[in-house]
């Protein structure tokens, strides 16, 4: 245990994370009296994908390492879209990746009145007016990057009319798209963001929490920073496209004279084969492309939780990507690489068989069953030892015998002997076909009743050590194997200028229904991960797996893609 900590806290100094070093000398400054209060703030209108949880572990990492604290804080300035579904299920995956905001729950939503109040004040100063052009206009007017924009006609109100304005827009007294309120700074600024944004919107709509009290709902921009400054944040660590709402984040905060966090940018992350937005995200779940948000093959933590990927591997893997300014797409092989490690240590090892071939032992008694010892996980002693049960008819992988082998395949063959795992040494002696279709539909063996345990008495060797089950003993189960969701590395744009969801992969799903599992595999618990030896790591379905009816996830399999190719460089 020491030592694989010790490597990973030598990984841990390698990686950049220019975020904790801002921090750090932030600490070292004596700035915000030394303290760290950072935030993660969802917006509750999807689940959690991989992406957030780059956020989560920088917010709540940095807080934990600096002695600080960082705040859940809901973001729904968006009647339209958000849901209290959403609201649980995120604060699940939070506390499944294993993070803490204990009474840090906050909602933007609790700060309406204040930023109302706030807006009233700006209106009171001259620095917000309310404005009638329509969305089209207003975008007119805005001019583009390289002309300025134009004044609205409406920006010269009086403060007594648009205080007046403001409080009809608040009273319900505006149809929705008619007026808006607008911050009045610069409409020849180079930064788009300062040409008299937006602050407030009408929506006659009910909003998750505060029910049918609003008309008007505060636009994101005109929300963050002041939920950040009234929350007491010292660092407001968010992703890169919002390095240019940032001159706006510090204007509103300047304007209102109240405390002020700073913003610091950092990269997104991106995994090649995945979406990673959740509008996205969403639209696979609506138009059935996908089970639900929680599908094993999502990039979402409840996706990943279902498919077997451990809490740990997720954080590790965040860690290992590190923190930085540019953009960059990482690996799917890299991710699945801290998965493995992860597993390999954790998950106890059983024997299944996913493509069943029938096997006679024809020289092993009829009523006789052998009870074999096997070891539980190799990588780690304390686990221990079980029994699996041996008799007469077994059943191999399909895959492990060829009748007409080529020179590489060591496996099974007709006259050749190979080692049952934990078992005995077989000898094939005979191939029984279907007469109509020519498959293979039985092997017919001999067993080496000296080499119990899996080892000749006289050192003679075997090529190839295989699974298998007992059939008498065995459970049938449904194995669900999943490939990539989609075809291309980037699948974003669609094939030949059509819709991205022309790159979902067919086979990104492979169900199988006939398969055996040894008698101590079927107790395992739905969530529980296993590794399939030879096979993979597997999780059983936390929703659909059932004692009497097995249902197993792949995880992902064992050959690790990512550490060989680090081999050839
Ligand atoms: P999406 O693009 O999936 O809709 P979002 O940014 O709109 O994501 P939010 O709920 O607003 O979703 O995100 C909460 C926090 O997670 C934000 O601080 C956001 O910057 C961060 N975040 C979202 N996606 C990523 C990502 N791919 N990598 C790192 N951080 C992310
Ligand atoms: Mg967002």
Request: aromatic residues 10%; charged residues 30%; contains cysteine.
């Amino acid at each position: 245990m020491t030592s694989s900590n010790d490597s990973e806290n030598t990984e841990e100094r390698r990686v950049s994370n220019f975020v904790r070093n801002i921090i750090e000398e932030d600490i070292a400054a004596g700035k915000n009296e030394g303290q760290v209060i950072t935030r993660f703030p969802p917006e509750p209108n999807g689940y959690l994908h991989i992406g957030h949880a780059k956020s989560i572990c920088l917010n709540f990492g940095v807080a934990e390492r600096y002695k600080g604290q960082c705040h859940l804080r809901f973001d729904d300035t968006n009647p339209t879209k958000e849901e209290d579904e959403y609201v649980e299920a995120i604060k699940e995956d939070l506390r499944w990746l294993g993070f803490d905001w204990g009474e840090h729950e906050y909602y933007a939503s609790d700060y309406f009145d204040q930023l109302y109040d706030w807006a009233i004040k700006l209106v009171e100063e001259g620095k917000a007016y309310v404005c009638d052009l329509t969305f089209e206009e207003m975008k007119e007017y805005r001019g583009t990057l390289t002309e300025p924009g134009r004044n609205s006609p409406y920006r010269d109100r009086t403060v007594e009319e648009n205080l007046d304005l403001l409080a009809r827009m608040a009273a319900g007294e505006v149809d929705e798209g008619k007026m808006v309120l607008r911050a009045k700074i610069d409409m020849a600024a180079p930064n788009l963001n300062l040409r008299d944004p937006v602050m407030y919107r009408v929506l006659k709509m009910a909003h998750h929490r505060t029910g049918s009290k609003w008309n008007i709902y505060p636009m994101y921009d005109f929300c963050h920073g002041q939920s950040d400054s009234i929350e007491g944040i010292t660092h407001s660590v968010c992703t890169l496209e919002f390095e240019d709402h940032r001159p706006l984040y510090d204007w509103y905060i300047n304007a209102l004279g109240i405390h002020h966090p700073q913003q610091i940018e950092f990269a997104r992350l991106n995994i090649e084969y995945t979406m990673m937005s959740k509008r996205n995200l969403l639209e696979l779940v609506n138009e059935k492309h996908v089970d639900s948000w929680d599908d094993p093959r999502m990039p979402t933590l409840s996706g990943m939780r279902r498919r077997g990927y451990p809490p740990q591997a997720i954080r590790n893997f965040c860690e290992a990507v590190g923190v930085a300014k540019a953009n960059s797409t990482v690996d799917f092989a890299w991710l699945e690489h801290f998965v493995r490690n992860e597993l390999n240590k954790t998950s106890p090892r059983f024997m299944a068989v996913v493509n069943p071939l029938k096997v006679v032992i024809e020289n092993y008694p009829e009523d006789q069953v052998d009870e074999l010892e096997a070891v539980n996980n190799p990588e780690d002693p304390e686990a221990g030892t079980r029994m699996v049960p041996f008799s007469k008819v077994l059943y191999i992988e399909r895959d492990d015998f060829m009748e007409d082998p080529p020179k590489k395949f060591f496996r099974l063959a007709p006259g050749r002997e190979v080692r049952l795992r934990y078992a005995y040494f077989i000898t094939c002696t005979e191939v029984i076909k279907d007469a109509a279709t020519g498959e293979i539909t039985e092997l017919r063996c001999t067993y080496d009743p000296e080499t119990k345990g899996g080892n000749a008495p006289d050192g003679r060797k075997v090529k190839a050590t295989m699974h298998w089950v007992s059939v008498a003993h065995a459970q049938q189960a449904e194995v669900r194997n999943y490939n990539q969701l989609f075809t291309k590395a980037n699948p974003k744009r669609g094939k030949k200028g059509k819709h991205w969801t022309t790159n979902i992969n067919p086979e990104s799903r492979e169900v199988l229904t006939e398969c055996y599992i040894e008698p101590a595999l079927a107790e395992v618990k739905g969530g529980e991960r296993v590794q399939f030896e030879r096979l993979g790591y597997y999780c059983a379905d936390n929703q659909n797996h059932t004692r009497k009816a097995p249902v197993f996830n792949r995880t992902v399999t064992l050959k690790d893609v990512w550490a060989k190719m680090q081999k050839k460089g």
